[in-house]
């Protein structure tokens, strides 16, 4: 199927799919497309920090960070939760 005209394979599932162009390589299920997004999100963060290799390093930003976790602990609750609902779709 990998051979013909327009047909991949998606990296993330493995199926066989008909590509829009070349630049199409992930077909559209969404567990396919969060694959994507993960991928595209690490590729991007590593080459951000390599850009800006000393952010969030001296010891004054990482005890402002300690303290906003510690004072804010319902934000990363609700995040969690709504991460888990949109999984549950």
């Known amino acids: 199927m990998a051979g013909a005209k327009g047909h991949r ?11 829009r162009n070349r630049v199409h390589v992930y077909c559209s299920r969404e567990t396919c497309k ?12 590593s080459g951000w920090k390599k850009k800006h290799p000393n952010y969030w390093k001296t010891e004054r930003q990482r005890e402002y960070m300690r303290q906003w976790r510690e004072s804010h ?3 990363f609750k609700a995040w969690r939760e709504k991460a888990k609902r949109k999984r549950g779709k």
Do not use: S
């Not at 394979?9 to 590509?19: L, Q, V």
């Open 34 to 45: 969060t694959a994507r997004r993960a991928g595209y999100m690490k590729r991007y963060m």
């Open 73 to 75: 602990p319902e934000y």
């Open 9 to 19: 394979r998606c990296p993330a599932c493995g199926k066989g799919f008909r590509a």
